[in-house]
């Protein structure tokens, strides 16, 4: 498996470090599987493989446990995610007042589709259900921002605004 740390052993156990401390915390416990993973993708901000399997090592799981309980609840990523977090919204309120259009230009604009990042890790860009702010329809959601009753053109300012 390669390693997001680089090869060296040293780079390694440097790379290792954070989910030590993490590990240390919970003394090996099976059942904090999921705060270990909480506290762990605090720290690398994602969670790659390397790191699942050593989470499984730690607490003397087999790694499909793991990964499986990763891959069940989104609050956990398996690939890096962006400084931003950019929701579009895909209600039925939103649909109706042009959501899709918004959807479209944001993926011109950034390059990437639905659910991906883009190369320099600036943007993840997400579709999501109703955000309950259906009376700016359509609205988007950036980090915790909100910004509502947008049409396309509206899309390369809002992105100028974090990069
Ligand atoms: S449908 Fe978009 S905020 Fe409700």
């Not at 011109?108 to 991906?116: K, R, S, T, V």
């Amino acid at each position: 498996m390669d390693c997001a740390c680089g090869n060296s052993e040293q780079n390694k156990e440097e790379y290792l470090a954070p989910l030590r401390e993490v590990l240390k915390n919970y003394d090996g416990k099976q059942k904090d599987l999921i705060p270990v993973l909480q506290d762990t993708q605090e720290e690398y901000g994602y969670l790659p493989a390397e790191i699942l399997a050593e989470i499984a090592a730690g607490l003397d799981l087999p790694f499909s446990r793991v990964y499986g309980v990763v891959t069940f609840y989104s609050q956990f990523h398996l690939e890096p995610r962006g400084e931003n977090i950019i929701r579009i919204c895909m209600g039925t309120a939103c649909h109706v007042r042009g959501g899709s259009k918004i959807l479209e230009k944001f993926k011109d604009e950034l390059g990437i589709e639905a659910d991906e990042t883009t190369e320099d890790l600036k943007f993840t860009m997400e579709s999501v259900a109703c955000i309950g702010a259906c009376g700016l329809a359509p609205v988007i959601m950036v980090n915790d921002n909100t910004h509502g009753r947008l049409v396309p053109d509206d899309v390369p300012e809002i992105i100028a605004q974090y990069e």
